[in-house]
């Protein structure tokens, strides 16, 4: 029965030039390697990233400090969010989502893929372009450069009176290209899920980061058409002498808060939710059971979606609102927090009674449980109003969201790395060099991250370039930025890894960790048609079934 | 094993799974739905706020045969599919056309009340927070028009060429699922602009 | 259930598995130790754990509260997490048959999920409370109204009722709960958003143009105040400084008096700040700079009518001496790049004239 499934071994075609080779990927249209590009891309992002985080990170080390003038400061924050965000997190999330879902629903590729295609390159475009404003941005009156308004550009600091040159053009356009590329894929991995599922696969068997893309890209069509939208008003505010976001003229500059967080906020949820797939896949094969409580993990999932577009204006409860909109948000913040508790227990759930085995990607989802449980805590705290009217712009807020998206999210990354590295080059990820990265990575996160709650709750503001000495913050922010060379370290050794292992890593085979889901049933790398034959599945782990003919799960499902 | 896997449960026959365009189409309508949603909440957010300038209620008229030219162009789209089902190819080729038609009067008609609105008037998108808004929240729906019509237009091409058959009629009925929402979105920019913001 | 040979894995010493998340352990210790340690009364940093006026005090109150929970959620779900990870290990010893194939229960679902949704009634009933005291709070009779208004890098503070108007430094008279004077600021922004936050005295609203935002803060002790511009405003927010003077009433009223004097007709003993004073009115400064009962009447840049009796210049970037208040008209890039203070490219003696005039404006 397994050989079925198996695909047919492919022939070698190492004899084209460097040339053909690189049009090959330029021009491609298979959702695997649109999946690699769009990783490759995050990735080199995340190191420029890195770079801009570190650069304010040594800024901040002492008080008063003169390692970078403040315009270069802001330009960095701008950047360092605005790139993290939209071309690290989005991107790579994408690119793994490209990658596996077709696969994992037994499907030959996604629904459009020439729209994939588009869609990477208008992404990638869009950031090239952002980072274009470096050199460009400097406009009639020498002014401009890098964006220095912050990634949510606050109106009226984004009008052309008080941003000169063209920096906030360069923000507004790049992110506006990006997010055509961004509604692009969700359309696409939207459509692929719902019409491409191999047989048998009803909605209800189909693997949990399945649906976790779904709830994304469903999320996707919401979030970023807001963002677009209020980008456009920018740009018409900027361009063609429109008062959308102009005080003087009786604009407002709330409404652009209540825009952007409409994005913003859902967002978040948006980058978290297909982290969540990654560790609900992840747990359950190195726990060697199934995940606790699938039903249920699909409902908190789905509830966490439309929640998640209700608690917007927590990031707006110091701009003054009346006491009925601000206890308004503070209960849909607490109840957003109930469906995501949810999921911590069901993972625990899954561990107990399991036999956990600490391979690379278990210690990264560990990591993740144990940071995320951490970070949405401190997003508790800040639901209380009240509580966030002292922590709110804070390092308090830097701190929690950094551990929502490093210690969570980007912890989740490096397992789904691991994990499926395997499948997409054929190699093993050499498992010591994983354990360093793992373990200097943690190290620096936390002295990193946890020490940057203090400063906070001790009154330091964000988006400061400096700060006075006297205020009981220069300690706090050595320790900070003392980890970050953990971090960047243990980066090093990762992208080593991923080096190294290409070319010299053990071959992996096609299911190197016994696991359960559709893609380990093809080789390692899949062939361009990833499946001989379409499979036809009957219940949500189609490989325990083949595995374990005797008890197969669909008796209990 | 035959024992066992005689008792797995079946997967319906045929598998079928809803149609690419049409779900692709949906997501793309979802996502537009909600740019424009942006663009009418400033629009109602800033009735009355203007600080100077003309007011719609001095201004506006209400564009009666626009809407009525848009709204019907939706009837015939609808006629000259069930045409095309019917493999009726020149009444098919004649809506299709009659709805464009319907699709450029009522941008012409956008385009005089601007021309008029603008010279006339004297409203610009830069007069005040009515014309920045009036001007974004129209002009964003007739540039979904244009390209509405370029889509329609590439249809009719190959129509006059002949190459529009019968086995097409699911594919342009999903292109026909845009230019519904193009319609059903200028219902509500009329009802927002011309009823609730005069 | 029998299973086929699944990856090996070592089993690893209890030990080890501690030590694995002893960084962690250190970190949360050591940063939730030093929360609770609060600086001492009359300290200058602006922590949010030594409020000293009625909002931050119920601020901290709910933060108390909040923070117990949390760190209760913290400790069970965190230590049942350590023990999964420790007892459910595979160990060296394994058979490496698969565990039992357990799916799903109901009835632990459904625990925790009522639990949580307990626990965030009470929390939200805490912070409606403290929401409804913080923000409706009633207007006593005695209280001082002062209107705030955010500029480009500093504060300009109008107290409407007294006839004062200065700048960053900002004093208020001290509050007794028996007869309360609480301060009420009006929030108004004069080009991008700001955001009042001195720690100590309240949670921090922010200043918004087109837009009038309400706050008060009543101390409970004199002393001085830090705090700063909270909301990103442009090249120099970090340096958007706040001092607030809390006076004792009689030290308030003297306060008062003096600033809504107009500048003391400068005896032109001094030449030298005679000198300067002409300087001052025949430059460009009279554009953006006040100095009542003079022709300087400009509203961008602060009311320089009492310069001297602030201790700190350019939103607290620099102390007040006679040296940086020159530097400061010669090059204020060099004590803070990016504000809208222009050079102001006068001569060596012109210079030392109007730094004399400034002097004098006590």
New interface residues.
């Given amino acids: 029965m397994a050989s079925e499934t198996l695909a047919i071994a492919p022939t070698g075609l190492s004899t084209r030039s460097l040339a053909e080779r690189l049009h090959e990927w330029a021009v491609t249209v298979d959702h695997k390697r649109l999946g690699i590009l769009y990783i490759g891309y995050a990735l080199v992002f995340l190191v420029i990233g890195g770079v801009e985080a570190t650069i304010m990170r040594v800024q901040l080390a002492v008080p008063n400090n003169h390692f970078v003038s403040p315009q270069v400061f802001n330009r960095m924050f701008t950047m360092h969010g605005t790139t993290m965000i939209f071309f690290v997190a989005m991107p790579i999330l994408f690119g793994f989502s490209n990658y596996t879902v077709p696969l994992m629903i037994g499907a030959r590729d996604m629904a459009f893929p020439r729209l994939n295609a588009f869609s990477f390159w208008l992404t990638a475009f869009g950031g090239l372009l952002l980072y274009f404003s470096f050199i460009g941005g400097f406009g009639l009156y020498g002014a401009g450069s890098a964006p220095d308004v912050g990634w949510f550009a606050y109106a009226p600091l984004t009008s052309k009176v008080f941003s000169l040159g063209h920096s906030t053009d360069f923000w507004t356009l790049g992110l506006l290209v990006s997010g055509f590329g961004s509604i692009g894929t969700a359309v696409n991995l939207v459509t692929t899920i719902v019409c491409l599922r191999c047989p048998g696969m009803t909605m209800h068997r189909m693997p949990l980061f399945a649906w976790m893309s779904l709830v994304m890209s469903g999320m996707v069509l919401f979030v970023i058409s807001p963002l677009t939208a209020a980008q456009g008003m920018i740009c018409i505010d900027r361009y063609l002498g429109a008062h959308f976001f102009d005080t003087q003229a009786g604009g407002s500059a709330v409404i652009w808060m209540h825009f952007f967080w409409i994005f913003g906020h859902p967002e978040v949820y948006v980058l978290v939710i297909p982290a969540f797939g990654f560790i609900s896949e992840i747990v359950p094969v190195f726990s060697r059971k199934p995940i606790f409580g699938y039903p249920i993990m699909v409902a908190a999932t789905v509830a966490i979606g439309f929640v998640s577009f209700s608690v917007w204006a927590h990031h707006m409860f110091t701009i003054g609102m009346n006491s009925y909109a601000n206890s308004f948000f503070a209960i849909t913040t607490m109840a957003v927090g109930i469906p995501t508790g949810i999921k911590i227990f069901n993972w625990l759930g899954t561990m107990w009674g399991g036999k956990i085995i600490f391979k690379t990607p278990m210690l990264f989802c560990l990591g993740f449980l144990f940071q995320f449980l951490i970070a949405g805590l401190t997003g508790i705290m800040l639901s209380a109003a009240p509580f966030d009217w002292q922590l709110s712009g804070s390092y308090f807020v830097i701190a929690h969201f950094h551990y929502v998206i490093v210690g969570g999210i980007l912890f989740a990354i490096f397992a789904a790395f691991y994990y499926w590295f395997p499948k997409m080059s054929g190699k093993m990820l050499n498992e010591t060099l994983g354990k360093w990265h793992f373990w200097l990575f943690v190290i620096g996160f936390h002295l990193t991250f946890d020490f940057m709650h203090i400063p906070g709750l001790l009154g330091m503001p964000r988006r400061i370039y400096t700060y006075e000495p006297g205020r009981g913050w220069e300690i706090w922010n050595k320790i900070c930025s003392l980890g970050v060379f953990f971090q960047a370290t243990a980066i090093l050794i990762f992208v080593g890894n991923m080096a190294w292992s290409y070319w010299k890593g053990r071959d992996a085979g096609n299911d190197p960790w016994d696991a359960w889901t559709l893609e380990w049933s093809t080789t390692s790398p899949p062939p361009v048609y990833n499946f001989a034959d379409i499979p036809s599945v009957y219940s949500r782990r189609p490989l325990w079934d083949l595995k374990h003919p005797e008890d197969p799960d669909w008796k209990y499902e | ?1 035959a024992s ?1 896997t005689s ?3 079946t ?1 319906e026959s045929p ?1 079928a ?4 365009g049409r ?2 189409m949906f ?2 309508i ?10 009418v909440v ?1 629009y109602v ?2 009735i009355g ?3 100077n300038g003309p007011t719609p209620t001095e201004v506006l008229e209400l564009p009666i045969f626009n809407t009525i030219c848009l709204l019907s162009s939706s009837l015939t789209i609808h006629f000259a599919i069930r045409a095309l089902r019917q493999n009726k190819t020149g009444l098919f080729s004649a809506l299709w056309f009659t709805t464009i038609a319907l699709g450029a009067i009522f941008l012409i008609g956008t385009g005089r009340e601007w021309q008029r609105l603008i010279y006339e008037r004297g409203l610009t ?2 007069t ?2 009515f ?3 009036y ?2 929240l129209i002009g ?1 729906h007739a540039f979904h028009v244009i390209v509405g019509l370029l889509g329609l237009s590439i249809v009719m091409a190959f129509a006059l060429g002949g190459r529009v058959k019968q086995e097409h009629a699911e594919r342009v009925d999903v292109l026909s699922l845009y230019w519904h929402f193009v319609d059903v979105v200028w219902v509500v920019v009329f009802t927002v602009v011309y009823v609730v913001g005069r | 259930m029998k299973s086929e040979p699944t990856v090996r894995a070592p089993g690893r010493p209890r030990l080890i598995q501690f030590a694995r998340w002893f960084p962690v352990f250190v970190g949360i210790l050591t940063a939730s130790s030093s929360i609770f340690a609060e600086p001492p009364a009359n300290s200058l940093i602006p922590s949010i754990f030594s409020p000293d006026s009625t909002p931050a005090d119920h601020i901290y109150g709910l933060a108390l509260f909040v923070l117990s929970i949390t760190t209760v959620i913290f400790v069970v779900v965190f230590t049942l997490l350590l023990y999964a990870t420790v007892k459910f290990r595979m160990r060296r010893s394994d058979d490496h048959r698969e565990p039992p194939q357990v799916y799903g229960s109901n009835q632990i679902e459904l625990a925790w999920t009522v639990i949580p949704v307990l626990i965030v009634v009470m929390l939200f009933l805490a912070t409606a409370r403290v929401i409804a005291q913080v923000q409706d709070a009633d207007r006593s009779p005695d209280s001082i109204d002062v209107t705030a208004i955010g500029h480009q890098f500093w504060w300009e503070f109008r107290y409407p009722g007294l006839g004062v108007v200065t700048a960053n430094e900002l004093h208020i008279p001290v509050s007794d709960s028996v007869s309360p004077t609480p301060t009420f600021l009006k929030l108004l922004s004069a080009d991008t958003d700001h955001s009042f936050w001195v720690p100590r005295l309240a949670g921090k609203t922010d200043l918004i143009p087109n837009r009038v935002n309400q706050m008060w803060i009543d101390p409970h002790h004199t002393g001085l105040y830090l705090g700063q511009c909270a909301q990103y405003c442009g090249t120099q927010h970090a340096l958007m400084l706040l001092r607030v003077y809390v006076d004792s009433r009689s030290d308030f009223d003297a306060w008062v008096r003096s600033q809504s004097r107009s500048a003391v007709a400068v005896a032109l003993t001094n030449a030298d700040a005679a000198k300067g004073r002409e300087i001052f009115e025949a430059t460009s400064c009279i554009n953006c700079h006040t100095v009542r009962g003079t022709v300087a009447d400009g509203r961008f840049g602060p009311d320089l009518t009492h310069l001297m009796s602030r201790e700190t210049i350019a939103a607290g970037a620099a102390t007040n001496t006679p040296a940086n208040l020159k530097l400061w008209i010669e090059d204020p890039d060099a004590i803070k790049p990016g504000s809208l203070m222009p050079a102001m490219r006068l001569t060596e003696q012109d210079l030392n004239s109007l730094t004399a005039y400034m002097e004098t404006l006590r």
């Fill in positions: 094993m066992v008792l797995a449960p997967i598998w799974l809803p149609s690419r779900v692709g997501c793309l979802a996502a537009e739905s909600a740019i424009f949603t942006i663009f400033a957010f800033y706020k203007s600080l998108i830069q005040n927070l014309g920045t808004t001007y974004s964003l």
